[in-house]
C-alpha cells in the first residue's frame, strides 16, 4: 500500500524534491523466462532491468526510481494473461513490457492491456496480427513494439536469400502465429523474386525429436533449409536435419542470432547459415550495450535473442515516463513517440547518455532515442519500420554482411505483393 501512495504521490507532484528521496514507480514486465522461449525471456528481462538502473543512475524520472515488477508467462498466453491483470489490476502499474513471443503478447494485449487502456510494449514479438489490431482500431493506440512486423522480415529474408543464391528452398516453421505469418510472408517474396519453394513443414514446440519434420522437408531436394524457431527447438531442428543428409545450407530468422543456437548446432555445420534481424551496425549505443551487458546479466551474451531490443523497450518506457511528467498511461503513450523518431538531440544508451537526455526534458528541449537496434520511429500502429541487419555465421561468430533501409525493403515489397 505504501507503494502505491507513493507512485499516486509522485503522480500529483512528479518532479517534487521532497519526495525525490523515496519515490517510486513500478513498470510491469510478463517475461518468457521458462517454457521454449526461456532464452529470450531471461535475456530480455535483464536487458531492461540493466536500463532502468541506468536510468535510475542518471537521476530517474523527476527523481523517482523507476522499478520492475516482472512476472513470469512460463511461454503460455493464458499464465501471461494471468499475471498481466494481477500488475495491471492490482498493482496498477502504467506500462507492461512484454511479451517477447506474439503468443504471448497478443493475449496480454486483447485480454487486459487494451481493454486497460494501459502501455504495453513488447520488444520482440513480430506477428503482422499486432499491425492488424491496430488498423482495427483495438489497441487504442497503447501498444508499441521494439522490432520491425514479420511482414516486413520475411521480405528482406526473400530478398537476401537471392542475394546469396539461395533459390530452392525448404522451410520448417514453428506452427504458431508468429511462424505462420513469417512463412507466409516469405513465401509472397521469395517467390515472386524467382525462388522456389520445395516443402512447407509446420512443427510443434517443446518435442524432443524431428527427425519426422526433417524428413518430410527434404522431398523435392530443395538447397538448403529456411529455419523459423526458437534458439532451443531451432538447434534441434537443425541437428535433425543434418543428420538427415540435408543441405548444410541455412536461411534463419533473427532468433537464430544467438551464440547459444551455434554452439548446439556445431559452428562446423554453419559455414553456409545466413540471417537477418531488425537492427543496425554499430553504434555508441550497440558499443556501450554489448561491453556492459554480460557483466550487468552475469554471464549472458550481449548478442542473445531479444537483449539489445529489450534494452531499448526499457530505456523507450523510461525516458517517456520522464517526458510525460507523470506515471499515468495516457501521459506516457502520448510522450513515448516524442522521445524517439526523427527530431531533437540524439540520445544513447548508458547512464551519461540518459543524465543528458534528462536535463534536455527539464529545459524543454526535445530528445530522439537511437538505441542498441538503431533510431527507432513508431508508427500509428506502435510499429517501426527498420532497418534489417544481414548476418552470416563465420567461425561460429554472427558478422553483419550488410543492412536494408526501410526504404529498401519498402520497395521490394512492393514489387513482390500481389
Same mark, same amino acid.
Given at each position: 500500500?505504501?507503494?502505491?501512495?507513493?507512485?499516486?504521490?509522485?503522480?500529483?507532484?512528479?518532479?517534487?524534491?521532497?519526495?525525490?528521496?523515496?519515490?517510486?514507480?513500478?513498470?510491469?514486465?510478463?517475461?518468457?523466462?521458462?517454457?521454449?522461449?526461456?532464452?529470450?525471456?531471461?535475456?530480455?528481462?535483464?536487458?531492461?532491468?540493466?536500463?532502468?538502473?541506468?536510468?535510475?543512475?542518471? &537521476?530517474?524520472?523527476?527523481?523517482?526510481?523507476?522499478?520492475?515488477?516482472?512476472?513470469?508467462?512460463?511461454?503460455?498466453?493464458?499464465?501471461?494473461?494471468?499475471?498481466?491483470?494481477?500488475?495491471?489490476?492490482?498493482?496498477?502499474?502504467?506500462?507492461?513490457?512484454?511479451?517477447?513471443?506474439?503468443?504471448?503478447?497478443?493475449?496480454?494485449?486483447?485480454?487486459?492491456?487494451?481493454?486497460?487502456?494501459?502501455?504495453?510494449?513488447?520488444?520482440?514479438?513480430?506477428?503482422? !496480427?499486432?499491425?492488424?489490431?491496430?488498423?482495427?482500431?483495438?489497441?487504442? @493506440?497503447?501498444?508499441?513494439?521494439?522490432?520491425? /512486423?514479420?511482414?516486413?522480415?520475411?521480405?528482406?529474408?526473400?530478398?537476401?536469400?537471392?542475394?546469396?543464391?539461395?533459390?530452392?528452398?525448404?522451410?520448417?516453421?514453428? *506452427?504458431?502465429?508468429?511462424?505462420?505469418?513469417?512463412?507466409?510472408?516469405? !513465401?509472397? $517474396?521469395?517467390?515472386?523474386? &524467382?525462388?522456389?519453394?520445395?516443402?512447407?513443414?509446420?512443427? *510443434?514446440?517443446?518435442?524432443? *525429436?524431428?527427425?519426422?519434420?526433417?524428413?518430410?522437408?527434404?522431398?523435392?531436394?530443395?538447397?538448403?533449409?529456411?529455419?523459423?524457431?526458437?534458439?532451443?527447438?531451432? $538447434?534441434?531442428?537443425?541437428?535433425?536435419?543434418? /543428420?538427415?543428409?540435408?543441405?548444410?545450407?541455412?536461411? %534463419?530468422?533473427?532468433?537464430?542470432?544467438?551464440?547459444?543456437?551455434?554452439?548446439?548446432?556445431?559452428?562446423?555445420?554453419?559455414?553456409?547459415?545466413?540471417?537477418?534481424?531488425? &537492427?543496425?551496425?554499430?553504434?555508441?549505443?550497440?558499443?556501450?550495450?554489448?561491453? *556492459?551487458?554480460?557483466?550487468?546479466?552475469?554471464?549472458?551474451?550481449?548478442?542473445?535473442?531479444?537483449?539489445?531490443?529489450?534494452?531499448?523497450?526499457?530505456?523507450?518506457?523510461?525516458?517517456?515516463?520522464? =517526458?510525460?511528467? =507523470?506515471?499515468?498511461?495516457?501521459?506516457?503513450? $502520448?510522450?513515448?513517440?516524442?522521445?524517439?523518431?526523427? =527530431?531533437? #538531440?540524439?540520445?544513447?544508451? &548508458?547512464?551519461?547518455?540518459?543524465?543528458?537526455? %534528462?536535463?534536455?526534458?527539464?529545459? @524543454?528541449?526535445?530528445?530522439?532515442?537511437?538505441?542498441?537496434?538503431?533510431?527507432?520511429?513508431?508508427?500509428?500502429?506502435?510499429?517501426? !519500420? @527498420?532497418?534489417?541487419?544481414?548476418?552470416?555465421?563465420?567461425?561460429?561468430?554472427?558478422? !553483419?554482411?550488410?543492412?536494408?533501409?526501410? #526504404?529498401?525493403?519498402?520497395?521490394?515489397?512492393?514489387?513482390?505483393?500481389?
Amino acid at each position: 500500500m505504501k507503494e502505491l501512495l507513493l507512485a499516486g504521490a509522485a503522480s500529483a507532484a512528479f518532479g517534487s524534491a521532497a519526495m525525490a528521496q523515496d519515490c517510486k514507480i513500478d513498470v510491469g514486465m510478463v517475461m518468457e523466462l521458462t517454457g521454449p522461449a526461456g532464452v529470450y525471456g531471461q535475456a530480455g528481462a535483464k536487458a531492461v532491468d540493466m536500463a532502468f538502473r541506468d536510468f535510475n543512475e542518471a &537521476g530517474g524520472a523527476g527523481g523517482c526510481q523507476i522499478a520492475s515488477e516482472i512476472r513470469d508467462s512460463q511461454s503460455q498466453g493464458n499464465v501471461a494473461v494471468d499475471q498481466a491483470t494481477q500488475l495491471v489490476n492490482i498493482k496498477k502499474v502504467p506500462v507492461v513490457i512484454g511479451g517477447i513471443i506474439s503468443s504471448v503478447t497478443l493475449p496480454i494485449l486483447t485480454s487486459v492491456t487494451a481493454p486497460a487502456k494501459v502501455v504495453q510494449v513488447s520488444p520482440a514479438s513480430s506477428s503482422p !496480427t499486432l499491425t492488424q489490431l491496430g488498423q482495427e482500431g483495438k489497441t487504442g @493506440g497503447y501498444f508499441f513494439r521494439t522490432i520491425t /512486423s514479420d511482414a516486413l522480415q520475411g521480405t528482406a529474408a526473400a530478398k537476401y536469400a537471392i542475394d546469396q543464391g539461395m533459390k530452392k528452398l525448404a522451410i520448417i516453421h514453428v *506452427n504458431n502465429d508468429f511462424g505462420v505469418n513469417m512463412m507466409r510472408e516469405f !513465401t509472397t $517474396a521469395y517467390t515472386a523474386l &524467382g525462388g522456389e519453394i520445395t516443402s512447407v513443414t509446420p512443427y *510443434n514446440e517443446k518435442q524432443a *525429436n524431428y527427425s519426422s519434420e526433417a524428413t518430410a522437408a527434404l522431398q523435392g531436394d530443395p538447397e538448403g533449409l529456411y529455419l523459423i524457431s526458437y534458439p532451443v527447438d531451432g $538447434a534441434t531442428i537443425a541437428r535433425a536435419w543434418i /543428420s538427415s543428409g540435408g543441405p548444410q545450407k541455412f536461411l %534463419l530468422n533473427d532468433g537464430m542470432n544467438s551464440s547459444d543456437f551455434i554452439k548446439a548446432v556445431g559452428a562446423q555445420y554453419l559455414e553456409a547459415a545466413y540471417g537477418t534481424s531488425s &537492427g543496425t551496425s554499430e553504434s555508441p549505443s550497440t558499443k556501450y550495450f554489448y561491453d *556492459n551487458f554480460e557483466s550487468f546479466s552475469g554471464g549472458i551474451a550481449p548478442d542473445a535473442p531479444a537483449a539489445d531490443r529489450s534494452y531499448d523497450a526499457g530505456a523507450i518506457v523510461a525516458l517517456a515516463i520522464a =517526458e510525460a511528467g =507523470e506515471p499515468t498511461p495516457d501521459k506516457i503513450r $502520448a510522450a513515448i513517440p516524442e522521445v524517439t523518431g526523427t =527530431e531533437g #538531440e540524439p540520445i544513447y544508451a &548508458g547512464p551519461a547518455e540518459f543524465k543528458k537526455a %534528462l536535463e534536455l526534458i527539464k529545459e @524543454g528541449k526535445k530528445i530522439r532515442y537511437e538505441g542498441v537496434i538503431g533510431p527507432v520511429a513508431f508508427d500509428q500502429y506502435g510499429d517501426i !519500420t @527498420g532497418p534489417f541487419r544481414l548476418w552470416k555465421i563465420t567461425d561460429g561468430t554472427v558478422e !553483419t554482411t550488410g543492412t536494408m533501409s526501410p #526504404e529498401e525493403v519498402a520497395q521490394v515489397k512492393a514489387e513482390t505483393t500481389p
